[in-house]
């Protein structure tokens, strides 16, 4: 399953959260309350000064007066109100209220998705599995329409323009979020996120962009049809630009990785620091050339090794996994109807053939690599139980020897790596040399004194 992982990126919360946009009560035109009571317990609510009792007089007021002309301009003090106190899961109550009695009030919206995006956030734990899918799928739907919702008759176009430069990002944010957290859509996550990071001025993506640049990054780290590790490598490049030291510690591993996996070294590390830290995406010329595959490498130590007999059998058998047929071939003609040792761990056996799981990968995955046919059929008392293992005689023994007869390339998939199958012949073993006792001189007898 692919994972994105987001403990990085929620350390850097604190020092990249959007500013929330200052709510006020909307300009509705004259409005007449006739109850003298309830224009008392108005004047009371939204004249207080304390932020606590402030909202406690604007519940009372909405509870007592449900149907009041003012309610959607209480509400909208009350969800403000709440946001100064940081008392979000009340503000959050307050927006929602709002949007039962005015849905396409737009800084309802915007708060809605900025609290909800940040409760998706949380319910990633740091294997990048989610918890609590709601709150993605919230704040994605109501992202999705905030970003179409028309601009209020009462609302002057300089107001909307900050509204709505404050808001678009916050909204691309959390349909991204909701696509790689709940939906493992990487690939959307990758065009939202760079949606919204085209709205930021040079400037902002420093601050409040800068998150979401490296949940970019991670995006494009993520296995799948939309990895792009030079990308990756770009934006985790330009987070390490503009994170605190702190932070820097944190992100480094995960460039270095990226770096790595596509080049095959960290020669240009500095290099690409420095150029990300002129724009926010990538130019078209920036390029990063690929590491060398792995047939490429197997040529050059085939080229760099004079006597290919003097390699080991693990190396051997690497090239004869990943070397181009050619390579592979020229090697296999030098190994052919050789006798050889084969030194590993059974994985399967019965009288006639056993199977043998010689490199690490083999052993890790208990798949054999070598399958050796004995020359004769072994009794069943020797037939060597799976999980035992054959050694040298150097080492010890048992031993188990055959004679090299063909070789099979087997091409990797998804999930099985690519390796090669030798079959060998005349298969025979040689058992643990045993010890022989210490000679001791017969009772009685004892040496000649001088």
């Known amino acids: 399953m692919k994972k994105l992982v987001f403990a990085s990126a929620m350390a850097l919360a604190s020092i ?3 500013p929330a946009p200052t709510l006020r009560a909307q300009d509705s035109g004259t409005i007449t309350i006739k109850d003298p009571a309830e224009f008392a317990a108005y004047t009371q609510a939204t004249t ?14 909405l509870q007592t007066y449900p149907q009041s002309v003012v309610k959607k301009d209480m509400l909208s003090l009350l969800m403000d109100t709440y946001r100064k106190s940081a008392d ?9 209220r709002l949007l039962q009695v005015d849905p396409q009030n ?6 809605s998705v900025a609290i909800e995006k940040q409760q998706c956030a949380k319910a990633v734990d740091a294997n990048g599995n989610l918890t609590d899918p709601q ?9 999705q329409k905030g970003l179409v919702v028309p601009k209020p008759a009462a609302m002057s176009d300089a107001d909307w323009k900050t509204l709505v430069t404050m808001a678009y990002p916050t909204f691309d944010s959390a349909i991204a979020l909701d696509d790689a957290a709940a939906k493992k859509d990487f690939k959307g996550a990758e065009d939202q996120y760079s949606k919204e990071l085209g709205l930021y001025s040079e400037d902002d993506s420093k601050k409040s962009g800068l998150q979401d640049t490296l949940l970019l990054a991670q995006a494009y780290q993520a296995p799948g049809a939309g990895q792009d590790l030079v990308k990756a490598v770009w934006f985790y490049a330009r987070v390490w630009d503009f994170a605190p030291p702190l932070y820097q510690v944190k992100i480094e591993p995960s460039l270095e990785y990226s770096l790595n996996k596509y080049h095959g070294s960290l020669d240009i590390l500095d290099a690409v620091k ?5 724009a926010v995406f990538p130019p078209a010329s920036f390029t990063i050339s690929p590491a060398p595959t792995p047939a490429e490498k197997i040529h050059k130590i085939l080229e760099d090794t004079k006597d290919l007999t003097t390699l080991a059998l693990a190396d051997k058998e690497l090239v004869l996994t990943y070397g181009a047929k050619d390579d592979a071939d020229k090697l296999w003609a030098l190994m052919k109807d050789k006798e050889t040792p084969v030194p590993g761990v059974v994985i399967e056996a019965t009288a006639s053939v056993i199977k043998v ?3 690490e990968d083999a052993k890790q995955s208990k798949t054999a690599d070598f399958i050796v046919n004995l020359k004769a059929p072994l009794e069943d008392k020797a037939i060597p139980a799976v999980g035992s293992e054959f050694k040298l005689m150097s080492e010890g023994g048992p031993e188990l020897d055959g004679t090299y007869d063909t070789y099979t390339q087997i091409p990797g998939t998804d999930t099985v790596s690519q390796s090669a199958q ?25 040496p000649a004194a001088h």
């Not at 606590?52 to 007089?57: G, N």
């Not at 737009?106 to 708060?111: G, K, S, V």
């Not at 919230?138 to 992202?143: N, R, S």
């Open 16 to 18: 990249c959260l959007v």
């Open 48 to 61: 207080q000064s304390d932020p606590k009792a402030k909202a406690a007089a604007l519940e009372s007021f």
């Open 88 to 96: 979000l899961p009340n503000a959050l109550s307050a927006a929602k």
């Open 106 to 111: 737009p800084q309802a919206i915007l708060f």
């Open 135 to 143: 709150p993605c799928d919230d704040a994605a739907a109501l992202a």
């Open 274 to 278: 420095k150029q990300a830290a002129t």
């Open 357 to 359: 799981a010689v490199t």
């Open 422 to 446: 030798l079959v060998l012949r005349d298969g025979f073993i040689q058992e643990k040399k045993k010890a022989v006792p210490a000679h001791k001189p017969a009772a009685g007898h004892r």
